[in-house]
């Protein structure tokens, strides 16, 4: 697909980790033409109100990169807001980019879609295979609509008004812009903060919440930002040849998982943190692995390039930068 910089390109979700990191990517590129909204100006659950703004901008691509996103904790305490609001969100953007005319939109999905046992790498196939992590399922439901909505349209629409939605997966993602809150974010941005808080009163130790054990991927969020591009500027006959009409979303990944215990060992040597680290497994682990399979994308032609400790490093900067503001 050849880039045309002067197209109307909305990017819900922009002031969130991955929208923000897709903005950035997308003005690089030289596009001039992004437009977004924030939720005070467009409530993506409200209907008629998402109706009236594909009417009045008719964007020629969307990305969808909004979503109600937390940690374990909140979505056990969320579990109805994250069904709900994921599902509304996806229903009405994904409608309307049609009722709109949009020819191509690129929905953002999540590694929790696939079953909480799933063979390791997990690759697309397995998704519906089995059982999903109890803990997040709402929130996996509602992703799995949202492709399950991509590819629908596709099917019934594709060839009669040329529309092209797809879906791509990323695994764990982080870097700026990401939510540190102590109780609502995921594990990585919560251990930065614990650490750096902990460094700062002179700790003697963290405790963080399980064994330890799980293994869990992490991707730069600027990797997902490319990939997210790349994956929307391909050519229709090369993405095709990768996916098929029931199963057309694509992972995204870094290609490598390391313990919970291992990644809390690099993100206390970043931070300066030099106290003991704890585990209390009272608490839930979640799915015990969760390492995708990234070879189609592999064979499409894109690879992450930031390796973990120096994803952190920025990340951290990041935190520091903002953190008064946290």
Known sequence: MTADLQQKIYVAGHRGM???????????????????????????TNQAAVKAFFEREKPDQVYFAAA???????????????????????ANVIHQAFEADVKRLLFLGSSCIYPKMAPQPMNE???????????????????????????????????SHGIDYRSVMPTNLYGPGDNYHPENSHVLPALIRRFHEAKIND????VIWGSGLPMREFLYVDDMAAASIFVMQLDKNIYDQQTSPMQSHINVGFGEDLTIARLAEIIAKVVGYRGSIGYDSSKPDGTPRKLMDSGRLARLGWQAKVGLEDG????????????ANI
């Not at 909140?74 to 509304?88: D, G, K, P, R, T």
């Not at 799995?144 to 060839?159: D, H, M, P, T, V």
């Not at 700790?203 to 963290?206: G, L, R």
């Open 125 to 159: 196939d397995v998704l519906l295979t089995g059982k999903l992590e109890p803990t997040n399922e709402p929130y996996a439901i509602a992703k799995i609509a949202g492709i399950k909505l991509c590819e629908s349209y596709n099917r019934q629409y594709g060839q």
């Open 203 to 206: 700790a003697s130790e963290v």
């Open 68 to 90: 109600k996103v937390g940690g374990i904790h909140a979505n056990n305490v969320y579990s109805a807001e994250f069904i709900y609001q994921n599902l509304m969100m996806e």
């Open 312 to 323: 952190i490093k920025l990340a951290y900067a990041d935190f520091l930068k903002n953190y």
């Open 18 to 44: 991955v929208g923000s990191a897709i903005v950035r990517h997308l003005q690089a590129k030289g596009y001039k033409n992004i437009i977004s909204r924030t939720h005070a100006e467009l409530d993506l």
